[in-house]
């Protein structure tokens, strides 16, 4: 069954440095998305991405962050300058419908130290 | 400010129980509704969507919307062990694109 993948699944940062975070969607999605977990709080949403562009950006989405699709299969979310406070579990998703189901990659554990 | 509101729990139930669990959202104007299943440390997993009024079965889950009441749930019927974990309800409105989680339902199933 198809599923979505993420890279690396742990990553340990300094703060002020830029990461990376890797996501390669279900193959026929196209709708694709960027969550974010801080430990013990609720699964928040940060970007949604359709037709390579940004279809909507939530109020943690500032300056600091950016995403792309590089090629036909992968999506990823930078973060240009890390913050203490951006150490959280970041979740991919994807789907292939408009407010239908997206389903979730395992998640890149992101430690900014 | 769009709200998914849940009882964070615990709820317990001895194995073999029916579990139910309870959402509300605040936006009239949401249209599709979904139950997550969150173990400690992983990712969200998808147990059911429902997009109308009334009941929705897939074998041992049930999900349940009343959109006059604003109110979605879920119900494990023969609880297992295995079913322990943290159940998501995530709402997705009419205009956007995202989804909207409440803080989650931790169940326990006792032996």
């Known amino acids: 069954e198809p599923e979505v993948t993420q890279t690396p699944s742990h990553q340990v940062t300094q703060m002020g440095q830029e990461v990376i975070l890797r996501c390669v969607p279900i193959s026929n999605h196209l709708y694709f998305y960027w969550y974010r977990q801080i430990l013990g709080q609720k699964v928040e949403f940060l970007v949604s991405?359709?037709?390579?562009?940004?279809?909507?950006k939530s109020e943690i989405f500032d300056d600091q962050f950016s995403v792309e699709r590089p090629d036909g299969s992968n999506f990823t979310l930078k973060i240009r300058s890390t913050k203490l406070e951006d150490s959280a579990m970041y979740f991919c998703?994807?789907?292939?419908?408009?407010?239908?189901?997206?389903?979730f990659g395992p998640g890149t554990r992101l430690l900014v130290l | 400010q769009k709200e998914v509101e849940q009882n964070s729990g615990p709820l317990s139930v001895p194995e073999g129980a029916i579990a139910s669990l309870n959402c509300t959202y605040s936006?009239?104007?949401?249209?599709?509704f979904f139950w997550y299943r969150q173990y400690s440390g992983k990712s969200p997993e998808l147990i059911m969507s429902?997009?109308?009024?009334g009941d929705k079965e897939d074998g041992r889950f049930t999900a349940q919307l009343n959109k006059a009441s604003q109110y979605v749930s879920l119900l494990i019927r023969d609880s297992q062990p295995s079913d322990s974990a943290t159940y998501l309800c995530a709402v997705n409105d009419g205009t956007a694109s995202k989804l909207t989680f409440g803080t989650g339902t931790r169940l326990q199933v006792t032996l």
């Open positions: 936006d009239r104007g949401s249209q599709s």
């Open positions: 998703a994807s789907g292939a419908f408009l407010q239908e189901t997206q389903y």
């Open positions: 991405f359709y037709n390579n562009e940004i279809s909507e």
């Open positions: 429902i997009y109308s009024n």
